[in-house]
């Protein structure tokens, strides 16, 4: 009996080292991780390369004898335009032309009724009118941070004699360079 014991706790002794002969083994190594990142820009918080809204300038309601009336572009939520870029780029924005430029005297864009009236304005870089943004004019932004950088554009328009009541509406295209 006793050799039987024995053979059974020798059997025991043998699987157990077996077991640690076939324990799991640990291999190591690692993870290469990249991400690249290009230069962009958000004009009024939106991204894209193009359509994109820089805002609006919007005279107001006068009757058709006015002198002259003025507003400021503003961008979305009612605040000015907005330009947002990745840090280290030199944004400029350039105001190109518009619809109707040259079809009034008195400024170098032009407002149109759609029928054959036009009301000449301008843009400006100041609330005082007396910096004007010329059409393919460049604001030169300050090198980006990566904070929004506010960009101010105004608009003056003047009134002339024999303009009917009606809208009076012109589109400027506009880019953003960084």
């Known amino acids: 009996m006793l050799t039987y014991v024995s053979r059974i706790g ?6 157990t080292l077996a077991s640690s002969a076939m324990a799991a083994t640990t291999v190591t190594g690692q993870i290469s991780s990249t991400l690249i990142l290009t230069s962009s820009c958000q004009v009024n918080g939106v991204g894209g390369s193009t359509g994109l809204n820089f805002g609006a300038l919007n005279f107001g309601t006068t009757n058709s004898l006015f002198t002259t009336a003025t507003g400021q572009v503003l961008g979305g939520g009612g605040g000015a335009l907005s330009i947002l870029c990745s840090a280290g780029t030199n944004p400029t924005v350039k105001v190109r032309a518009g619809t109707n430029d040259g079809k009034s005297t008195g400024g170098s864009r032009a407002l149109y009724d759609g029928v054959a009236n036009y009301v000449p304005y301008d843009f400006y870089t100041d609330a005082g009118h ?12 300050a090198p980006s ?5 506010t960009v101010n554009i105004y608009g003056q328009a003047l009134g002339k004699a024999g303009l009917p009541a009606g809208t009076y509406t012109d589109t400027v295209a506009v880019e953003l360079t960084f």
């Open 10 to 15: 020798l059997s025991l002794l043998g699987l």
């Open 130 to 141: 007396s910096n004007l943004l010329a059409i393919d004019g460049v604001i030169n932004l």
């Open 145 to 149: 941070t990566g904070v929004a950088q």
